[in-house]
């Protein structure tokens, strides 16, 4: 344990020097040779400590805050959370991803041109980080249970009835504006909140899903000659569209629009049009807040986010053996002894392994940024929103055919129709027997 305490704090120190550049010629390559040489197991041990220190760092920053920024009674419940948002980003990252970066660093980074460090960045993000970073997207996605929805085609027609609503309103709004009518802003939002009141589940099911698909469309819109050259980008973008589906949950957005939406209500209701005090509207924003309904329902729903997200990063096992923590602490002291040695001779360069794993998501970013669309197939923006724009006011799915107006017209004049006829043959049947009788008689 005093072991594991003392790497932790070393490590603290360590990554401070290196965002500043102060580690040695002598310490950079110690540091390289000792995680290029880190097992699988290892590199999981670093990270859990990795996850530690990021979890600490955070509580100290909490726990400094003055009452009157975070209230004692939600400090737990905030502390909870930002863990749970630690525990889910160390999810993205596995073993197998940091040893094959190690793996692929070998070498003298120090000696590096400019452009071959970047180079190397680039070869490590593509190599390793979009391929280990898929696996791991994908087991986390799979942790999230299947919903299914009741009526997609209801949902869908209801989604589409708020989204030209809300159209309606921006353009007329923008009209007025245009013309220099006078526009009553409180009335226009409180009509934008009432058409989001009492949004469903299903119906946040169907956004999401349009959503997904103008993703789609603005990675082809800005790199799309760029995933031709590397297919693989276009399995991690599916990947990523499916890792965002199982974090934004259905029903916790839904509790959280509507509670949202109730609270923004009742705050618009209280402020004036014109009112100009920036003071009196924080306190009305501030009381609203501070309601013990309010208070209970912000805790619950936070509660269940952060049950959510540990959920989706639940590792299958969080720790390591007693040898693999004895074999840390040894690299961990050799390169203690290293930075020793060599004293304040520090290095003016950036360019170390620390560096250069930290910085391996940017370089992926980058070489997107730096290689857009070049095929001449793409479209404005313009173009892109109008198209957004129409398929959010479009219903795509198809109804159960037996929910058709149509079909339920058709059938009620026809069940008409034949009870009409029944009634007609059992009359004539019962006249027919009444003549015969008589006729007897």
């Given at each position: 344990m005093q072991n594991n305490l003392t790497n932790k704090e070393y490590i603290k120190k360590l990554i401070i020097r290196s965002k500043k550049g102060e580690i040695s010629q002598a310490e950079s390559k110690e540091i390289?040779?000792?995680?290029?040489?880190?097992?699988?197991e290892e590199w999981k041990g670093l990270k859990i400590i990795f996850k530690e220190i990021v979890k600490e760092k955070l509580d100290k920053k909490l726990d400094k805050l003055p009452e009157n920024y975070l209230p004692d009674e939600w400090k737990n419940e905030i502390k909870n959370f930002l863990h749970s948002l630690v525990n889910?980003?160390?999810?993205?990252?596995?073993e197998e991803m940091l040893y094959e970066a190690a793996q692929l660093a070998k070498g003298e980074i120090n000696n590096l041109t400019p452009s071959q460090y970047?180079?190397?960045?680039?070869e490590m993000a593509t190599k390793v980080f979009i391929p280990q970073l898929i696996i791991q997207l994908d087991k986390i996605s799979?942790?999230?249970p299947t919903r299914e929805v009741k009526d997609y085609h209801k949902a869908e027609v209801e989604f589409v009835k708020k989204a030209k609503k809300t159209f309606s309103l921006i353009k007329s709004v923008k009209g007025s504006e245009k013309m220099g009518f006078k526009v009553d802003y409180k009335r226009q939002l409180l009509k934008l909140l009432s058409i989001f009141k009492n949004t469903s589940a299903d119906e946040i099911r169907v956004g999401k899903d349009k959503l997904k698909k103008y993703a789609d469309w603005l990675i082809e819109l800005k790199a799309g000659a760029e995933i031709k050259k590397h297919p693989e980008l276009k399995q991690f973008m599916q990947s990523l569209m499916n890792f965002i589906d199982a974090v934004a949950d259905e029903e916790l957005y839904q509790e959280g629009l509507n509670l949202s939406v109730e609270i923004a209500e009742n705050i618009l209701r209280q402020i004036d049009e014109d009112e100009k005090d920036f003071q009196k509207g924080l306190e009305i924003v501030i009381n609203e807040v501070k309601k013990p309904n309010v208070v209970r329902r912000i805790k619950s729903l936070l509660a269940k986010w952060t049950s959510h997200l540990n959920r989706l990063a639940s590792e299958e096992n969080d720790s390591i053996s007693s040898q693999a923590q004895s074999n840390i602490s040894q690299k961990i002291s050799n390169i203690q002894a290293a930075g020793?040695?060599?004293?304040?001779n520090s290095l003016e360069s950036s360019q170390n392994v620390l560096n250069l794993l930290a910085n391996?998501?940017?370089n992926l970013v980058n070489h997107l940024a730096e290689n857009p669309n070049s095929d001449g197939s793409q479209i404005s923006w313009e173009d892109f929103f109008t198209k957004v724009e129409k398929d959010l006011t479009t219903v795509q799915s198809k109804g159960k055919w037996y929910k058709n107006p149509w079909f339920i017209g058709f059938s009620i004049v026809s069940a008409f129709a034949v009870g009409g006829l029944l009634v007609w043959l059992l009359t004539r049947r019962k006249k027919e027997e009444r003549n015969k009788i008589a006729h007897e008689w």
């Open positions: 390289q040779n000792n995680l290029a040489n880190l097992s699988k889910f980003g160390f999810a993205l990252v596995n970047q180079q190397l960045g680039e799979a942790r999230k020793s040695q060599s004293g304040n391996t998501p940017n």
